[in-house]
């Protein structure tokens, strides 16, 4: 089955009747049902699949080893996502697979098709979570407390789903056999459809990170208290909503969103007693994300102090400017006559491992150039010129 097919597959699983697309979240019953998917689909190309310390899968052409050519991607979503950002490179790789298969090829060294939990950090708010853990980049112990919307734990998800929480952490014997990792993923921005071509190959990826404000006041009755006499932390809330707008807009490079806040306990006639609000923040070039989320912590402390609230800052998550490996990107970009390259603004799998191992990435056209939303999309021809793509890329770089 081709990679339009295999999408088509899982085009029901995960459906978000409420906020439209797809939820598909860390060990929750879409990525439960995706995982036991992936597994048939990967077994019936002939790939035997394993599951690391981590939870991610792993589904192997030829004996696991030192050098392995791996390629691959994430099937979880952001709340309310779109169907290509993750799932789009796994099947393209499982389309690859059985391309080469089927033409008779024997890779030489060790081939893989990966799929890393968590990427989007959309149930626990960390994003490439399994690619972090992998990699020790993230605390094993920090990473098991961290808490969904439910206040429910990662390690409690994790056990829950029939996973070993403890055994997370730092995996060097997997790291150790990724020589290459290759991610095919939806272009999610307008940079194919400038550029007038259905491929590119990846050069770096943004600086950026998450921070969490935390803001608390009086809760109160909306009624009875008298404008004068409030503690309203969604007035701090709102100072960073707006001058995430006003000070990323006047930085070159800069990309600041608030895209979750939760006052609680969240009545319409009831004065929030807190707000959480999470920043999202970016900047092109060198890593000058800090400096831009000071000065946004700057005005949120005096908003916060005019109001007579508490603030509490915290950073959830960073990762510096990452520069794909530059012969893989000459190889990359030779194989497939001269396709340009692209940076890119989204955090992806192949950034984190990118300081650890060979890694560079394949991005295929958006014609909407809209992502991280319903309207995410690829052309049938781009889809099926991506997993062509990644075949020849795959049959060479294993040779
Ligand atoms: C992941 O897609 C991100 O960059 O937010
Ligand atoms: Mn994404
Ligand atoms: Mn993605
Ligand atoms: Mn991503």
Redesign the pocket.
Known sequence: MSALGLLGEIADVGRDRVRGGYSRHAFDPAEGELRTWFTEQAERRGLDVETDRNGNLWAWWGTPGPDALVTGSHLDS?PGGGAF?GPLGVVSALDAVAALRAEGFRPRKPLAVLVFAE??GGRFGV?CLGSRLLTGSIDADRARALRDPDGVTLAEAASRAGFEPERFGRDDLALSRIGTFLELHVE?GKGLIDLGSPLAVGSTVIA?GRWRFSFSGQGNHAGATVMGDRHDPMIPAAAVVAAARRVASKVEGARATVGRLVPRPGGTNVIASTVDVWL?ARVTGEDRVRPLVDEIAGIAGEAAAEEGCAVQLSEESYSGTVAFDAGLRGRLGDLLGGVPELPT????DAAILSGHVRAGMLYVRNPTGI??APEEFAEDDDVERGARALADVLRNLST
């Open positions: 952001v950002d990427e989007e994003p999610q950026h999202d603004g989204a955090g992806h992502s991280h």
